[in-house]
């Protein structure tokens, strides 16, 4: 039964996920960075004791520096740590960079963090660990960063891949191996297993997927609930949840028509603001925001022009600012005389504002 549920899967998804991001981005950009034990964060010594670390590159990470780590730990585990304070401001630029590539590949795609997501590249005609290939290929040429690329056809098999080879590798886990792969699985690597889960698990004497795969359906139920089904199904590399489409919306735009056509610049300056405030309101209210603005003009013969500007990072959401970039752009396409009809304005290349970077240290 298992394994006809898991053959009829026949979806190609990839998970992607930055290596170290904030400390490789740091040593990208700081080649001094590029060779010693270096942590995201705080350095005790400069701020009374205070600090955690948001990552750690591979080298401190050998010395056992890790994530959400107190910074005073970290040092004490790592003496000769190097902190480098978090820049979020790039690293959100970065991220959207990087989630601009995703939708070269898909629009189906699932944003996790600043540096993860799934992507459904089932209706790609191309073979999925070529895509693979491509996207990682396409993240290193605009961006100088490496990254793990998981390769499967569930979200559970795709996320375990990319953490298989890390750093810089692609693990592709096609349906032959699937079962294998979760049969040797350490149980604690399982999906929503927590402290508390590995506890009961102890208690049971099940330390990986062939326990696991082991125990009945029943037998789970009792001892975890609903969760037992979720991994009763996860030990037979059986996991139908959909990449969960949550960059739908790829632009967000307002237009006005004219039923006498303007010819003044400040009439449209006027309905630049005025849209402006209209978008800024809509993307605030979901929560958006975009790199990439487009002016779009029609002029009294029905003659439309659209013209974009996409900066490195995203938008403030400023309807004065947005007016000020309309009119640069309107002024390039009209610098005499116009008649103009209709007059739109649009953001593209959005991303979620939960995506920016959440900041450890304001809890301290
Ligand atoms: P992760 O992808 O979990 O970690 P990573 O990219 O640093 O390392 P790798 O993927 O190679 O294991 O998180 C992405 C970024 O999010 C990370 O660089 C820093 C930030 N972050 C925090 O600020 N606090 C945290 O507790 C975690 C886990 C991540
Ligand atoms: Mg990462």
């Given at each position: 039964m298992a394994e006809f549920l898991q053959a009829s899967d026949n979806r190609k998804i990839l998970h992607v996920d930055i290596d170290a991001f904030y400390a490789q981005v740091e040593m990208r950009d700081h080649p001094q960075l590029r060779h010693v034990p270096l942590g995201i964060g705080r350095d005790p010594d400069k701020h009374h004791g205070h600090g955690v670390i948001a990552t750690a590159n591979y080298v401190a990470r050998k010395a056992g520096v890790h994530s959400a780590m107190g910074s005073i730990e970290a040092k004490r585990v790592c003496p000769n740590l190097v902190f480098v304070a978090p820049d979020f401001d790039k690293y959100r630029q970065i991220s959207s960079q990087i989630h601009a590539i995703f939708h070269e590949f898909t629009e189906t795609i699932e944003p996790v963090a600043l540096d993860e997501a799934y992507l459904d590249v089932t209706e790609n005609k191309m073979a999925a660990p070529t895509l693979a290939a491509q996207l990682r290929h396409r993240i290193w040429q605009e961006t100088h960063l490496t990254c793990s690329v998981g390769v499967s056809y569930n979200k559970v098999l795709a996320k375990l891949g990319s953490e298989h080879h890390k750093p810089n590798g692609v693990t592709v886990i096609p349906h032959e191996l699937a079962q294998d792969f979760m049969l040797q699985l350490p149980i604690q690597d399982?999906?929503?297993?927590?402290?508390?889960?590995?506890?009961?698990?102890?208690?049971?004497?099940?330390?990986?997927?062939?326990?696991?795969?082991?125990?009945?359906?029943?037998?789970?139920?009792?001892?975890?609930?609903?969760?037992?089904?979720?991994?009763?199904?996860?030990?037979?590399?059986?996991?139908?949840?959909?990449?969960?489409?949550?960059?739908?919306?790829?632009?967000?735009?307002?237009?006005?028509?004219?039923?006498?056509?303007?010819?003044?610049?400040?009439?449209?300056?006027?309905?630049?603001?005025?849209?402006?405030?209209?978008?800024?309101?809509?993307?605030?209210?979901?929560?958006?925001?975009?790199?990439?603005?487009?002016?779009?003009?029609?002029?009294?013969?029905?003659?439309?022009?659209?013209?974009?500007?996409?900066?490195?990072?995203?938008?403030?959401?400023?309807?004065?600012?947005?007016?000020?970039?309309?009119?640069?752009?309107?002024?390039?396409?009209?610098?005499?005389?116009?008649?103009?009809?209709?007059?739109?304005?649009?953001?593209?290349?959005?991303i979620e504002q939960k995506y920016e970077a959440v900041s450890l240290f304001e809890q301290f």
């Open positions: 399982f999906r929503g297993v927590g402290k508390k889960t590995l506890l009961k698990f102890e208690k049971l004497g099940v330390k990986n997927g062939r326990d696991l795969y082991a125990m009945s359906l029943d037998d789970l139920r009792v001892h975890f609930g609903s969760f037992g089904d979720v991994l009763y199904w996860q030990a037979r590399a059986t996991h139908f949840s959909p990449v969960k489409d949550r960059s739908v919306r790829q632009s967000v735009g307002k237009e006005s028509t004219f039923e006498l056509a303007i010819h003044d610049r400040q009439s449209v300056e006027a309905a630049f603001k005025a849209l402006a405030e209209k978008v800024v309101a809509n993307m605030q209210k979901r929560k958006l925001l975009g790199r990439t603005l487009t002016v779009k003009i029609r002029d009294d013969e029905f003659r439309t022009q659209t013209k974009g500007l996409t900066l490195a990072g995203t938008f403030d959401l400023d309807p004065a600012f947005m007016t000020r970039q309309a009119m640069l752009i309107f002024d390039e396409i009209y610098p005499e005389d116009f008649s103009v009809r209709l007059l739109g304005l649009t953001f593209s290349n959005i």
